[in-house]
């Protein structure tokens, strides 16, 4: 099977850099994948990578080592919307249709 | 565009009744079907999956079970909800070529 871990809070202030580590063990991985969702809402996409290497989208990028099975999220320029719970997800061969999200890390911006 | 519904959007129960959530996908034919459980704070819990009409994979023995009469049509059933049903329920579609997972609103399950 799969499992993944991230830290389970993070806090930062408006303006600032933070970074969510997520670590996995899978068999025959495919990929990792990054959710963002916010209280009471579901979960909403942020990144895909494939491939070893950092993904930019806007103020979002996303890093990937498949060699130490370890990738992150960094938010950059950090606003209070961003105060929500951002999950890390796998895809590996055997399972490829399913998707197995990690247990989330809640980011808390303050002013 | 794609459009994924879930309802209800709320639901009290009470222990021992039984349970009938539906989900339904829109722009998109043949899609992969998944039914997430999330607990209060907590992380989702992949339930069902469905590669096509009739097929359904389960992730976890439970008292739920999972049904997909349409293509675009996803159903979470119980005979008889627990306790530990509680949580929020969420329905999720993937095409079958691309990694991004597309969650419905949800629904907000409370057995008494």
């Known amino acids: 099977g799969q499992s993944l871990e991230q830290p389970s809070e993070v806090t930062a202030v408006e303006g600032a850099i933070v970074q969510i580590n997520c670590t996995y063990q899978?068999?025959?991985?495919?990929?990792l994948s990054w959710y963002q969702q916010h209280d009471g809402g579901a979960p909403t996409f942020l990144s895909y990578n494939g491939l070893d290497g950092l993904e930019e989208t806007g103020r979002f990028s996303s890093f990937l080592s498949r060699s130490d099975s370890y990738g992150y999220l960094l938010l950059q320029e950090l606003q209070m919307k961003d105060s929500a719970s951002y999950f890390c997800a796998v895809r590996d061969r055997r399972g490829f249709q399913k998707l197995v999200f990690g247990t989330g890390t809640r980011l808390l911006v303050s002013p | 565009s794609q459009t994924i519904h879930q309802w209800p959007a709320t639901l009290v129960q009470p222990v021992g009744s039984p349970l009938s959530l539906e989900c339904t996908v829109e722009?998109?034919?043949?899609?992969?079907l998944y039914w997430y459980r999330q607990a209060a704070g907590r992380g989702l819990q992949l339930l069902f999956y469905s590669v096509g009409i009739g097929q359904i994979s389960s992730e976890v023995p439970q008292n739920l079970s999972a049904s997909r009469p349409q293509d675009r049509q996803f159903i979470l059933s119980s005979k008889k909800l627990l306790l530990s049903d509680s949580g929020f329920y969420l329905c999720a579609w993937r095409d079958r070529v691309g990694d991004t997972q597309y969650f419905g609103p949800g629904t907000r399950l409370t057995v008494l």
């Open positions: 899978t068999s025959g991985f495919y990929g």
């Open positions: 722009g998109t034919s043949n899609p992969n």
